[in-house]
């Protein structure tokens, strides 16, 4: 019986952000457990979860499992270094203790970017390779929006990804990788690793794996995967991450480095050919109401609009408002908006109670190139405390806690608010406030595909805004320092020149 290490830290970094995550942040995450220690990880993720419960499950009692530590947190601003050295150490001090051991599992997501690291994930492979040796295997499983780093390739000994947007495959993920890691317990760490990095960045609008040509290139990659190979993975990137490593990736790890090269070209080959199919329009806030309630005349069920930019998912502030002031100015009926991050706001209603109305500057408090409070009479409908359980396959039933909450309106748009981020990504983020949203015309949320997974069997059609906000849809518009030069900003779009723009 092999003793395996297990341990997981998790961040996607939108480096475009001004508020930095820290500590805290980890300790006490609205939607997640916080930091996990030993045995708390395996209870944990007994059942479901991150991809740490299939690779717990897939174990089957087989080998060994030595817990260390376990966090994640919700997608905002760079790691402070204060976090991340504090987390970091804390899991090579815990594997230091455990030694020795005969694999490792790391559940990371890969595009973690710290004040010190902008390939952290790499850098804590290194350290992690340090501590056990040059003969003991490393499983890695990454998020889909992974940044995959030469240094990433080079420590690990298989990479599984994640391979939809939505993610619901988290598990099947981590039982990938139990399966990979039982695997190299006996024939060992491959000699075969290749990466391939795209020479164009992918916006996150353009990766959903529900429509071509995502989907084509996500199953061609798992077709194509050998008996030789322990794994083949297409990484879409996460483009608000400022790295040399930002952006499409493919890479592999195989039992020859002849079988390791040949399917990366392959796959690096069919995206770089299907380059011209990615892009689909963004509308304009203006635009977008107007479609929306062009739409909505003659539909049946609701038109789903995503504020895009302001999704908490990609580190978005989740406090911008350009949208609900386009649904107020075109005077659209029976629509809702949010969730709106703003603790002010619902403490006003709180205090007000249900029925009062309140002049409120709502939201629009973070520092952002166009983004300001929208200013109007509210009547609260709802006031709770804010938690309540998930029902959709991206959550996974997992319980939140968004601190005091409302429904406000105005006109005719009812307007979900929150005292912490929360990305819209699962219905249980309105129906807490009794929303019924099979009875709306128009829903506009924040979130920009994770929302499809649990909304699009509600919605009569979908579509991207572009309102002011902390990610940047267009990744042109990111002031980067470290991307590598030669990177074209967007699918045939213009190329990063270095840091002298």
Not at 37 to 47: Q, T, V, Y
Not at 177 to 193: N, Q, T, Y
Request: charged share 20%; aromatic share 6%.
């Amino acid at each position: 019986m092999a003793r395996i290490a297990i341990a997981g830290f998790m961040h996607e970094t939108n480096c475009f952000v001004p508020e930095p995550t820290d500590y805290q942040h980890f300790a006490r995450p609205p939607d997640r457990a916080g930091i996990l220690r030993g045995e708390e990880i395996l209870l944990e993720f007994a059942e479901q979860g991150a991809s740490s419960a299939g690779f717990i499950a897939g174990n089957d009692g087989d080998h060994q499992l030595a817990p260390l530590l376990w966090t994640s947190t919700t997608p905002g601003g760079m790691v402070t270094a204060h976090a991340y050295e504090r987390i970091s150490g804390e899991i090579i001090g815990r594997l230091s203790d455990v030694l020795p051991v005969d694999g490792v599992y790391l559940d990371l997501h890969g595009a973690m970017v710290s004040a010190q690291h902008a390939d952290a994930e790499g850098e804590l492979l290194r350290r992690v390779r340090a501590v056990v040796g040059e003969d003991v295997p490393i499983v890695i499983s990454l998020d889909y929006h992974a940044n995959v780093s030469p240094a990433m390739v080079e420590h690990a000994d298989a990479i599984l990804p994640y391979r939809t947007y939505p993610h619901v495959d988290q598990f099947e993920t981590g039982q990938r990788a139990s399966d990979a890691m039982k695997r190299l317990l006996i024939e060992g760490r491959p000699s075969g690793r290749a990466l391939r990095q795209l020479p164009f960045l992918l916006p996150l609008n353009f990766q959903c794996t529900l429509v071509e040509p995502s989907k084509g290139i996500v199953e061609a990659a798992a077709e194509r995967q050998t008996e030789e190979m322990l794994s083949l993975a297409y990484l879409a990137g996460f483009p608000p991450s400022d790295a040399p490593a930002c952006g499409i990736t493919v890479s592999a790890h195989a039992y020859s480095q002849e079988a390791a090269d040949a399917a990366v070209d392959d796959i690096a080959q069919m995206i770089a050919l299907k380059e011209a199919e990615f892009a689909q329009p963004l509308l304009s806030p203006d635009e977008a109401v107007v479609e929306a309630m062009r739409l909505a005349a003659a539909a049946s069920k609701p038109i789903v609009v995503a504020d895009t930019q302001d999704n908490p998912g990609c580190g978005g502030s989740g406090d911008t408002v350009g949208m609900l002031a386009a649904l107020v100015a075109n005077d659209a009926q029976d629509a809702l908006f949010g969730v709106v991050e703003d603790d002010l706001a619902a403490a006003a209603a709180h205090e007000a109670g249900v029925g009062a109305e309140i002049e409120l500057d709502l939201g629009g408090r973070t520092a952002l190139a166009g983004v300001a409070p929208f200013q109007g009479r509210f009547r609260v409908e709802v006031i709770n405390q804010g938690r309540y359980q998930t029902t959709g396959p991206v959550a996974q039933g997992k319980a939140y806690d968004v601190g005091p909450s409302a429904l406000l309106s105005i006109g005719g748009v009812k307007v979900a608010i929150s005292s912490r981020r929360v990305q819209a990504h699962d219905r249980s983020v309105f129906e807490h406030l009794g929303v019924v949203l099979e009875e709306q015309k128009i829903i506009v949320l924040k979130s920009t595909c994770h929302y499809r997974a649990h909304f699009d069997p509600i919605a009569e059609t979908t579509f991207a805004a572009i309102a002011p906000g902390g990610h940047a849809a267009n990744p042109a518009d990111c002031p980067y320092e470290k991307l590598r030069p030669g990177v074209r900003y967007y699918p045939l779009g213009p190329v990063h020149e270095g840091n002298d723009r």
